[in-house]
């Protein structure tokens, strides 16, 4: 799927960390241009700033996690999002410092005070993004996801609430525990076990048909982890957002499907039809929900539409046309 002129001219009239991913994603640019746009996140715009957030003592927003969008935990993943080079040296400096300093302390429950930021904490929705984090950044989190594999449900999923008697994954932490084996698999290379627990978690997605209850087929109206003031007009995940954090979304599940390579599922196809309806007579896509919390930074200021979810629907319409 092709944008206007006018709508690749808007996308790139925009930060590196966006622009680079659309002269990669949308525009098909040479790679040593792609490549040079890219070196700019660590030293312009969004990058920058980020990085210029980070303490002395390796924490952003001090803590390794809060319930706000400052912390080391959620800076590491908008990094990772805006595609700052993993090797660049801004990069390795920045995670040498959270490797060695940052810990769980009163961050989470009291027996994970001593953990190292890269060995995670409890909750496997929590564990997931450092995990996507840690992997991409080429930092050592194979026992956190050893611990991952060790929790996953027999449905092929993953669920925060196990330990309060769920037996039942959950859209949102399996997303995240998905995100995190596929961003190990592509820094250090492919294991069967957790392939095979990969597959299994998407093979968990796509029964549901990206959106929908197994049971009932019918799509599932709120987000069982915020409750039923949550719902709305619109199903809980047919609300698109960015950042998404530990929230589940179609489109975050089929640019999941995207990065991995799935091969063509029919059961995928009625989320595509889905995201194509949402495009506006301009050729964008918009936000429908911003989570509340403070961010770090501004990403844009173009709402209701977005060019970090234009962008994102763009190449995952690309690739299912592609593969058909």
Same mark, same amino acid.
């Given at each position: 799927m092709e944008p206007t002129d006018a709508v690749l001219e808007w996308l790139l009239d925009s930060d590196p960390a966006l622009r680079w991913q659309v002269l990669q994603d949308v525009a098909g640019a040479p790679a040593r241009e792609v490549a040079a746009e890219r070196a700019r996140v660590a030293t312009q715009g969004l990058g920058a700033r980020l990085l210029a957030l980070q303490a002395a003592d390796g924490r952003w927003g001090g803590a390794a996690w809060n319930r706000g969008f400052s912390s080391t935990m959620h800076v590491? %993943?908008?990094? #990772?999002?805006?595609?700052l080079d993993p090797d660049s040296a801004p990069a390795c400096a920045a995670l040498a410092r959270v490797r060695d300093n940052v810990t769980w302390r009163g961050c989470a429950p009291p027996e994970c005070d001593a953990n190292a930021f890269f060995s995670g904490e409890v909750e496997p929705c929590i564990n997931?993004?450092?995990?996507?984090?840690?992997?991409?950044?080429?930092?050592?989190?194979?026992?956190?996801? $050893?611990?991952?594999?060790?929790? $996953?449900?027999?449905?092929?999923? =993953?669920?925060? !609430?196990?330990?309060?008697?769920? %037996? +039942?994954s959950s859209f949102n932490t399996t997303i995240c525990v998905l995100e995190a084996l596929l961003e190990h698999e592509k820094r250090f290379g492919s294991q069967p076990e957790l392939t095979r627990a990969r597959l299994a978690g998407q093979e968990y997605l796509l029964e549901r048909r990206l959106f929908r209850r197994r049971s009932t087929g019918e799509p599932i109206a709120y987000d069982r982890k915020l409750g039923p003031g949550s719902? &709305?007009?619109?199903?809980?995940?047919?609300?698109?957002?960015?950042? %998404? =954090? =530990?929230?589940? !979304?179609?489109? +975050?599940?089929? !640019?999941?499907? +995207? +990065?991995?390579?799935?091969?063509?599922?029919? *059961?995928?196809?009625?989320?595509? $039809?889905?995201?194509?309806? *949402? $495009?506006? &007579?301009?050729? #964008?896509?918009?936000i429908d929900t911003v989570y509340p919390g403070t961010m770090p930074v501004t990403l844009e200021d173009t709402a209701p539409q977005s060019r970090w979810l234009t962008l994102r629907a763009l190449r995952v319409l690309r690739w299912y046309t592609l593969q058909e």
């Amino acid at each position: 799927m092709e944008p206007t002129d006018a709508v690749l001219e808007w996308l790139l009239d925009s930060d590196p960390a966006l622009r680079w991913q659309v002269l990669q994603d949308v525009a098909g640019a040479p790679a040593r241009e792609v490549a040079a746009e890219r070196a700019r996140v660590a030293t312009q715009g969004l990058g920058a700033r980020l990085l210029a957030l980070q303490a002395a003592d390796g924490r952003w927003g001090g803590a390794a996690w809060n319930r706000g969008f400052s912390s080391t935990m959620h800076v590491l %993943t908008l990094l #990772r999002e805006l595609g700052l080079d993993p090797d660049s040296a801004p990069a390795c400096a920045a995670l040498a410092r959270v490797r060695d300093n940052v810990t769980w302390r009163g961050c989470a429950p009291p027996e994970c005070d001593a953990n190292a930021f890269f060995s995670g904490e409890v909750e496997p929705c929590i564990n997931g993004q450092v995990g996507a984090a840690g992997a991409y950044f080429g930092q050592d989190v194979q026992p956190l996801v $050893q611990r991952l594999l060790a929790e $996953q449900l027999p449905d092929g999923g =993953w669920n925060c !609430d196990v330990e309060r008697g769920s %037996t +039942r994954s959950s859209f949102n932490t399996t997303i995240c525990v998905l995100e995190a084996l596929l961003e190990h698999e592509k820094r250090f290379g492919s294991q069967p076990e957790l392939t095979r627990a990969r597959l299994a978690g998407q093979e968990y997605l796509l029964e549901r048909r990206l959106f929908r209850r197994r049971s009932t087929g019918e799509p599932i109206a709120y987000d069982r982890k915020l409750g039923p003031g949550s719902a &709305s007009e619109q199903p809980a995940f047919l609300r698109l957002a960015f950042p %998404t =954090w =530990w929230h589940y !979304d179609v489109l +975050r599940g089929l !640019d999941y499907l +995207r +990065r991995a390579g799935a091969p063509p599922d029919p *059961r995928a196809a009625e989320a595509i $039809q889905l995201l194509q309806s *949402r $495009q506006d &007579s301009d050729g #964008r896509w918009h936000i429908d929900t911003v989570y509340p919390g403070t961010m770090p930074v501004t990403l844009e200021d173009t709402a209701p539409q977005s060019r970090w979810l234009t962008l994102r629907a763009l190449r995952v319409l690309r690739w299912y046309t592609l593969q058909e």
